[in-house]
Structures are given as structure tokens and as C-alpha cells.
């Protein structure tokens, strides 16, 4: 039984750190990039664009590696990326000015590729890869590990919220990719530790192999479509509210985070393990606030802050409606 605790305590810190990792760098890359680029809109909502695109690929790599490999194989490979990815750190972008001829959004995701990409694409697929491993215990709620997106998520917001307060006033953007660089080094330590304990943990379930999809319910291509809607509907609100308060309102880094630490908290409530908000609730009170403050803002009848009020309400609630949905209506097999 203590052996099972400690065996929660560090697949729970371990979704946590891995997930703080992944947003705490994205203000972090922010700050090393708007000196060189002026500090405008565009150069956060590339940011947003880059950073979602990579999070799908790696999701999409840990996908593939839980289910075609067997879990002998997934820890020594998911280590190997994470050293390889390592070799790139600390954060670092060339002091190369953009060419005339080519196009801001185009070269910035250039640069944060070459900058960012790899390191960040190995720790976004860390939380998925770890549920799964999760998943193949006989530790309690193992048949359901998606209630640890709510740990995952937590992680990811303090470390949003952490920034503009704890560590930006207090360190400068090389000492920040040092210490981003000392935690991915943590992370990988404590994913040593839960390898073994997945491995050791897995003999009585007999899930070493990878996960198959007998049993698995057929799932149709509108079902799969529907699905990929609900999950399209916040990244782009996500990309549209953020350009829209900072067009506002001077881009600070601050009013840059505010809607993704609301798009985190959506995710914190839709896989809580009880839920108490119904979809339906959310959309009768979203459509007709979206509805006002698109009208407001046609006609100038609200103020600056009202806007960002507004908008970041509607963000809230038409979102995490759109997320419910998904994880109420999609629970994949992992057997």
C-alpha cells in the first residue's frame, strides 16, 4: 500500500512538472523575442500558433509510441529524445535579423523551430506518455487516468501565473533558460523513476506489451470529425481573443497569459473527476454574452476593460462548453 502511494505522488509530480515545463517556457521565449521584434501582436499569436502545433506532434508521438511499442521499449526511447532534445539547451536564438524579402510570421517559426522545437515537442508529449503508462498499473483509478489532466493543468497554471510575479522581476531571460534548462534535466530523472515503477507495476495487469485495440469500440469518421471540431473550437479562440485584447490594450506579457491560463482552467474543470457544470449551461449563457459584446465593440459602447471583462468571459465559457463536450463524449479504450 506505501508503495502505491509513492507510486501516485510521482506519476502526479511528474504530469505536474513535465506540464509547468511546457507553458512556463512560452513566456519565457516570449521575453527573449520581443526585444528583437518589437514587442507587437503578431509576434505572440505566432508564439500561440507555433507552441499548439508542436503540443499536437507531440501528443501525436507519444499516441504512436504507447500503442505500437511495448513499454521495455517506450522508456528507453522517450529518454533517448529527451537527451538528444537536452543537447539543445538552454534556450538560445541566434542574433540573426530578418531578411528583408520574407515573411514575419513565416521566419519567427523558423526561429522558435530551431530555438525551441525540439525540446519543447519531447516534454508536451511527457503527460500523454506518462498517463499511459499510468493506465498500465493496478494502482487505483488506473482504468481512468484522465483525471490526472487536472494535476497536468494545475502545474501549467501556477507556472503562468508564476511568471510576470515570481520569476520574470527576479531573474533575466539567460539565468530563466538555465533554470528552465536545471528542470527539464529534473524531469527527466523522475521519468527513470517512473519507468521502473510502470515496469514493475505493470506485471500483475500484463499490459507491458502496447495497448491493442481489441475490445475497442469502432469509432465512425463523423464521430472523429465531431470530435476534432470541439477540440479546434478553443485553440482558435484561444489565438482570436489574445490577438484581440492586445490589439486593445498595449501586448504586455501579462494580458498575453491571461487567456491561456483561462484556457487551462477550462481544462481543470472538464476532467475533474466530478463534474457539477453541464455543456448546455455554459453555451445558454456564452452565445448571447458573445453576441452582446460583438455588438458593443461594433458600435463602441464599451471600454477597453470591459472588452478584455467580455472577452475573456466568452473565452471561458464557449470553450470549456466545447471541451465537456469532448471528454463527456469521448473516453478511448485503453485495453
Known amino acids: 500500500m506505501k508503495l502505491k502511494r ?45 507552441f499548439q502545433a508542436t503540443l499536437l506532434l507531440g501528443y501525436l508521438y507519444a ?9 521495455k521499449t517506450q522508456v528507453p526511447i522517450h529518454l533517448g529524445m529527451l537527451a538528444l532534445a537536452g543537447l ?16 514575419p510570421a513565416i521566419w519567427l517559426l523558423g526561429q522558435l523551430a530551431l530555438g525551441v522545437g525540439f525540446p519543447f515537442l519531447v516534454i508536451s508529449a511527457s503527460a500523454p506518455l506518462f498517463q499511459s503508462w499510468f493506465a498500465r498499473t493496478d494502482l487505483p483509478s488506473a482504468e481512468n487516468p484522465y ?19 515570481l520569476i520574470e522581476p527576479r531573474l533575466g531571460v539567460v539565468q ?34 502496447g495497448f491493442s485495440r481489441v475490445g475497442s469500440t469502432l469509432v ?49 474543470i472538464a476532467f475533474a473527476r466530478r463534474q457539477f457544470i453541464r455543456p448546455a449551461w455554459l453555451v445558454a449563457i456564452g452565445i448571447p454574452a458573445a453576441i452582446f459584446l460583438a455588438y458593443a465593440s461594433a458600435v463602441r459602447q464599451i471600454g477597453v476593460l470591459r472588452s478584455i471583462e467580455f472577452n475573456v468571459l466568452v473565452f471561458f465559457l464557449l470553450p470549456c462548453s466545447s471541451i465537456l463536450r469532448l471528454r463527456l463524449g469521448a473516453r478511448p479504450s485503453i485495453s
Do not use: H
Open 6 to 50: 509513492t507510486s501516485i505522488a510521482i506519476y502526479v509530480l511528474l504530469i505536474f512538472s513535465s506540464a509547468a515545463l511546457v507553458f512556463s517556457v512560452q513566456p519565457i521565449v516570449g521575453r527573449i523575442l520581443l526585444p528583437k521584434l518589437g514587442g507587437t501582436t503578431l509576434v505572440w499569436n505566432t508564439c500561440l500558433v507555433f
Open 147 to 165: 483525471y490526472l489532466y487536472a494535476a497536468s493543468n494545475l502545474g501549467s497554471i501556477l507556472s503562468l501565473v508564476a511568471y510576470p510575479f
Open 176 to 209: 530563466q533558460s538555465t533554470a528552465w534548462a536545471f528542470g527539464y534535466a529534473g524531469v527527466g530523472l523522475l521519468i527513470v523513476v517512473a519507468g521502473g515503477l510502470t515496469w514493475k507495476l505493470s506485471e500483475k495487469t500484463g499490459l507491458r506489451a
Open 63 to 71: 499516441d504512436i509510441l504507447s500503442r505500437k511499442l511495448p513499454l
Open 88 to 103: 539543445t539547451l538552454p534556450i538560445s536564438f541566434p542574433d540573426v535579423s530578418m531578411p528583408s524579402d520574407s515573411l
Open 220 to 268: 465512425s469518421y463523423k464521430q472523429m470529425l465531431t470530435w476534432a471540431y470541439l477540440a479546434m473550437i478553443p485553440s482558435a479562440l484561444l489565438v482570436a481573443v489574445s490577438a484581440q485584447i492586445t490589439a486593445d490594450v498595449a501586448p504586455v506579457p501579462f494580458l498575453w497569459m491571461l487567456p491561456l491560463v483561462v484556457f487551462l482552467l477550462t481544462f481543470v
